[in-house]
């Protein structure tokens, strides 16, 4: 997304056409929290851990939802902003709102609210799914948000006046299995980076109809969360060599709860990172460059130790394949340099020898990742990618599911996600074809199909030359 104002503090940057940004000399702190801002868009907000010294960097990638709803209402009656196909709503009271001054809004007033559901996707969600505890922090899991603002006629900031409350409803959205009868409402403090709890709501309604309704004192982002008990999983990270890589962000993102939680590895390559008790998660390490293998856990009461490193891979290109509840199982198809090489769950290649290109995993229970990475490429090929709804269930498909594809082209971020097109028949997602010039320099070439059946390699022959 073009036009979106990233801010730490008071260093800022607007993204690229392609959506890029870099934010130069942040000053070195315990933490950066980074906001994202634009019109008619859903403030975003995501902190990260410092920059581990001098010209150290890290990628800060954000998805920004559109605001939901835009109304114009007379401020001075009592009115419900409601959002069509959403039980999400906001009810005001009569005249219960006020600019920042106390003083009363000029003419009508201005509602954007937009229902936020982290299940599909939980990057969302502003912040990092940490909850302000007694001057620390804490993981949370979320059940869904909702962000609502005003504005009254001038374009002037509207809350709630002093001791007047509005009602939320909060649309439900968890991986979860079930939804607590009642949970806690956090709202979130864009100046610390964390989410704050005022309050709890109830769930109400009845499925798939069902809501989490509240009554709060201000407006803000709200979200239906609980803190969680957390075990550790303890692991550690090295390279394609074998050695421990220090300063890797190692994030744990649950498969059985709507959470995440992240560290850093240590010199030595090690890291302890948090994760729900008793749950079901996929553990991930990132450098700026690199991504590793992300295997699925389980965990019971007591903290875990991984069997193996994480291993981050050199990589020439990365590809991430993530989605959401349903379809069950979406995998992950490389066509390689050679006419033959056909990369997936059948045969996931090799990092070691040809293609050069390894999956890591199939995933067959909701969510993802399965990570394609090529270690090597070749001269003048055409690479194609293309991910296949194997359940072909479409309650919803790949689009409302939705899948979303992370490529990185030599550390460089290219985000898919599915195009129009979409019917009960095409079950394959044809996302983008890489094209090598002389030089081995790859070249992501979106196509963005969808397809009734795989696409034809474009690769004649077997003799590919590979660059070192
Ligand atoms: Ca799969």
């Not at 940057?13 to 950066?32: F, K, M, Q, R």
């Not at 902003?81 to 201005?110: C, E, F, K």
């Not at 509840?325 to 992950?332: A, G, I, K, M, Y």
């Not at 594809?405 to 550390?411: C, F, L």
Request: proline share 7%.
């Amino acid at each position: 997304m073009a036009q979106v104002t990233v801010s730490v503090g008071s260093v800022s940057a607007v993204t690229a056409d392609d959506g890029s940004y870099t934010l130069g000399e942040i000053p070195p702190s315990a933490s950066v929290l980074l906001s994202f801002a634009k019109s008619g868009m859903v403030p975003q907000s995501r902190g990260t851990a410092a920059l581990a010294g001098s010209g150290a960097s890290t990628v800060i990638n954000v998805p920004m939802l559109p605001v939901a709803v835009t109304e114009s209402f007379d401020p001075l009656v009592a009115h419900d902003i409601v959002v069509p196909g959403s039980t999400a709503m906001v009810r005001l009271r009569a005249n219960s709102l006020r600019r920042a001054d106390g003083s009363a809004p000029t003419g009508p007033a201005t509602a954007r609210v937009t229902p936020i559901a982290p299940a599909s996707d939980i990057n969302v969600m502003p912040g990092n799914y940490l909850a302000a505890t007694d001057g620390a922090s804490a993981p949370l899991e979320s059940f869904g948000a909702l962000d609502a603002s005003f504005v009254d006629a001038d374009g002037a900031p509207l809350n709630l006046a002093a001791g007047v409350d509005a009602t939320v409803r909060i649309a439900p959205s968890s991986r979860s299995d079930s939804l607590p009868p009642s949970v806690p409402l956090f709202h979130y403090n864009t100046s610390m980076g964390l989410w704050v709890q005022e309050g709890s709501a109830t769930l109400q309604g009845t499925a798939p109809s069902q809501y989490y309704e509240g009554t709060v004192a201000h407006f803000t982002t709200w979200n239906a969360d609980q803190i969680y008990n957390t075990v550790r999983i303890n692991g550690c990270v090295q390279n394609s060599a074998g050695e421990r890589v220090g300063g890797a962000l190692v994030a744990t993102e649950g498969k059985s709860y709507t959470g995440m939680a992240s560290a850093l590895t240590n010199a030595n390559g090690e890291f302890s990172v948090q994760v729900k008790r008793a749950s079901s998660a996929f553990v991930i390490a990132n450098t700026a460059t690199e991504v590793s293998n992300a295997p699925t856990v389980s965990v019971g009461g007591e903290d875990m130790t991984l069997g193996s490193c994480l291993e981050l891979t050199r990589s020439a290109v990365s590809v991430k394949l993530t989605w959401g509840t349903r379809p069950l199982d979406l995998d992950s198809h490389t066509l390689g340099a050679n006419a033959s090489e056909h990369v997936y769950y059948v045969d996931k290649g090799s990092l070691a020898a040809a293609p050069f290109i390894g999956l890591d995993v199939d995933d067959q229970s909701s969510f993802g990742p399965e990570v394609t990475t090529f270690a090597k490429l070749a001269r003048n090929r055409t690479y194609r990618f293309y991910v296949d709804n194997y359940s072909e269930t479409f309650d919803p498909g790949q689009t409302g599911s939705p899948a979303r594809i992370e490529v990185s082209n030599r550390g460089a971020q290219t985000v898919f996600t599915p195009p129009a097109g979409e019917t009960s028949s095409t079950y394959v997602w044809h996302v983008f074809d890489l094209t090598t010039d002389a030089s081995c320099n790859a070249t992501v070439v979106p196509v963005q199909q969808f397809l009734a059946g795989p696409p034809a390699p474009v690769n004649t022959d077997d003799s590919a030359q590979y660059c070192n």
